[in-house]
């Protein structure tokens, strides 16, 4: 059980960041970016690109992957987003809109990379051994233990910029009511750009990590962002601390799933278990009915 727990943790961390990306767009814009699973398998092939084909360091390569991200998420919210929010009269555009980027950024993906399998050398080697394994004990890999910092860091380095920054405080504006932001002087423009390309570049800090301890492949997309979508249900839609809750309960939903039953049972339950949920709570743990 303390290995189910371990594994959990680590899942849960790197989940919440994958949450965090999306309900910030979400929050702000309204729309739910169905290609967050796309732009993290974006930032799993920068850092296999920089990191394990040109020789890069990690340390080098996962800043990269935000930072390419970070400009995918500009240019989408300035040539796609932006433009359908400014002329459409029902919130379907939008959706399609964002389902269309997604399957963009998939068969772009799968022309350019192909259907392979991909892997990274390990940024460290060892493991932390807690007791006689054989025994009820557990193992934490370096790269695990790496992985669940470094998505905790930047969590809480996410939390304080949105807090204690100006532009933090404008995003939070904007989040909560537009106009009246527009009114005390927010440039909402620039600030939903801002905030889509921080959910982008999150979603590629993910893919960065989690490219270390599963690699990546041109399909991996659309199992990111069904279990993002979980996520932000569970937590509430629009909702920074739903989000976190959202993205820990899934991984540890996932590790004693995996460690009791086989994989494609374990998402069975975890959609049945989830769709009880909606029943009694629709808004999610934390979120509001919007509109």
Do not use: C
């Not at 398998?41 to 360091?57: D, H, K, R, T």
């Not at 987003?81 to 002329?87: G, R």
């Not at 997604?102 to 399998?117: H, I, R, S, W």
């Amino acid at each position: 059980m303390f290995q189910v727990l371990i594994n959990g943790t680590v899942l849960g961390a790197v989940y919440a960041l994958i949450a965090l990306g999306l309900t910030m767009v979400f929050s702000i814009m309204r729309v739910v970016n169905f290609a967050h699973g796309q732009m993290y398998m974006l930032g799993a092939f920068v850092v296999y690109y920089l990191y394990g084909e040109y020789g890069l360091p990690f340390w080098g390569a996962l800043p990269a992957a935000a930072a390419v991200l970070a400009l995918v998420g500009v240019a989408f919210n300035r040539f796609f987003f932006q433009p359908v929010l400014a002329s459409a009269t029902r919130e379907e555009n939008s959706m399609l809109m964002a389902v269309g980027t997604a399957l963009l950024l998939e068969n772009l993906a799968l022309t350019v990379f192909g259907e392979k399998q991909r892997g990274v050398p390990p940024v460290i080697d060892g493991a932390f051994i807690f007791g006689d394994v054989a025994e009820g004990g557990a193992i934490l890999t370096y790269p695990n233990a790496m992985v669940a910092l470094l998505a905790a860091v930047f969590i809480l380095g996410l939390l304080a910029f949105v807090q204690y920054t100006r532009p933090g405080r404008a995003l939070r504006a904007v989040a909560q009511d537009k106009e009246a932001a527009r009114l005390q002087g927010v440039d909402v423009k620039a600030t939903t750009t801002l905030g889509f390309a921080i959910g982008a570049a999150l979603a590629g800090l993910a893919g960065g990590l989690l490219v270390t301890v599963y690699g990546v492949n041109s399909g991996v997309g659309v199992g990111i962002s069904t279990k993002a979508f979980i996520m932000i249900m569970i937590g509430g839609a629009g909702v920074t601390s739903g989000a976190i809750v959202g993205g820990v309960l899934l991984g540890f939903a996932e590790a004693i799933g995996y460690d009791l039953l086989p994989g494609s049972v374990t998402y069975l339950l975890i959609f049945v278990a989830m769709i009880v949920f909606l029943v009694f709570k629709p808004n999610g743990l934390f979120g509001k009915p919007w509109g």
